[in-house]
């Protein structure tokens, strides 16, 4: 009777009778799948050029120009 009652204790806290698993299971593959399925969108759709300020928070979005060059003297 014990060794039943061992095998039934066993079999009911397997791993694949775990619900909470299987929920952490489904979540990853879900999240996977919506990763691959944003990385699908961005191939499919381009990104179309906005009319901007070229500022972002008042902030420039490319580098300042530096310095102009001296001027050259032409050749006499």
Not at 10 to 19: D, E, G, K, L, V
Not at 41 to 57: I, K, M, Q, R, W
Request: glycine share 6%; with cysteine.
């Amino acid at each position: 009777m014990q060794a039943a009652n061992d095998i039934a204790t066993r079999t009911s806290s397997a791993w694949y009778r775990q619900p909470v698993l299987w929920l952490g299971i489904v979540i990853f593959v879900a999240s996977l799948a919506g990763c691959i399925w944003m990385i699908v969108l961005g191939v499919h759709h381009a990104d179309t050029p906005l009319d901007t300020s070229h500022t972002v928070f008042g902030v420039p979005v490319s580098a300042h120009s530096g310095p102009h060059p001296p001027p050259v003297d032409p050749p006499r």
